[in-house]
């Protein structure tokens, strides 16, 4: 039914940058809060950033602390597109990153209804 779509990922060395994009059917119209999410090789999927959007805005932005600072989330309504700037890239940024739509605005994987396939980001020298 839905469908998300995840463009970006790759190799890059520590203090590198990546752009991730996610497309999707009515993005900011459909859903109250759009973001990503990234599972590490061994660990559980976490929250990375999130939009909060109402009627096609967005409204704020929030980040998990481990990010904060380094990486910036953003979007195109007419494009129906969201983008994850990440910047001065580490190691332990290395996973498997993953958009996600649904209704809750929070970092918990638990408020996302839909999600994309997956897009590997690996940094390292």
């Known amino acids: 039914q839905v469908q998300l779509v995840e463009s970006g990922g790759g190799l890059v060395q520590p203090g590198g940058s990546l752009r991730l994009s996610c497309a999707a059917s009515?993005?900011?119209?459909?859903?109250?809060?759009i973001g990503w999410f990234r599972q590490a090789p061994g660990k559980e999927r976490e929250g990375v950033s999130y939009?909060?959007?109402?009627?096609?805005?967005?409204?704020?932005?929030d980040y998990a602390d481990s990010v904060r600072g380094r990486f910036a989330i953003s979007g195109d309504s007419a494009k129906s597109t969201i983008y994850l700037q990440m910047n001065n890239l580490k190691p332990e940024d290395t996973a498997v990153y993953y958009c996600?739509?649904?209704?809750?605005?929070?970092?918990?994987?638990?408020?996302?209804?839909?999600w994309g396939q997956g897009t590997q980001v690996t940094v390292s020298s």
């Open positions: 996600a739509a649904g209704y809750r605005n929070t970092l918990r994987e638990d408020g996302y209804e839909y």
């Open positions: 939009m909060a959007t109402t009627d096609g805005r967005t409204y704020y932005a």
């Open positions: 009515e993005f900011f119209l459909n859903y109250n809060s």
